[in-house]
């Protein structure tokens, strides 16, 4: 199995209304990849993360093996999430994978 975990900082300028509604659209794209991406076992968002917090959203995804993880980086499925309800809304993105027994 492998460990897909990614955060993102949002863009500066949004309103509270805006933050909150581009936030709810990446919970609900990325977590909507389940089902739509082969071998993604698991995929959850969060949003409201402590203050201390240097990134204002992570994804923690998990997947049947290193193949699906290959397969999932370019599935039309998580291209279209990433193009329509990330990268236009974040200025910054951390990623870790693992291997997990």
């Known amino acids: 199995m492998v460990k897909h975990m990614v955060m993102w ?3 500066e ?7 909150a509604a581009i936030l709810q659209g990446m919970k609900e794209g990325l977590e909507g990849m389940v089902g739509g ?3 993604l076992l698991s995929a959850k968002v969060y949003t409201e993360l402590m203050p201390s ?7 923690e ?5 290193p193949e699906a993880m ?7 499925v998580h291209v ?4 329509e309800k990330v990268r236009p809304f974040t200025c ?3 990623c870790v994978n693992r291997v997990v027994d």
């Open 70 to 76: 290959k397969n999932y980086v370019g599935h039309p």
């Open 37 to 39: 991406v082969p071998g």
């Open 9 to 11: 900082k949002l863009k």
């Open 53 to 59: 917090s240097t990134v204002d959203v992570m994804l």
């Open 61 to 65: 995804c998990e997947l049947e093996s």
């Open 92 to 94: 910054s993105r951390t």
């Open 80 to 83: 279209a999430v990433a193009d």
């Open 13 to 19: 300028g949004f309103s509270d209304e805006e933050r």
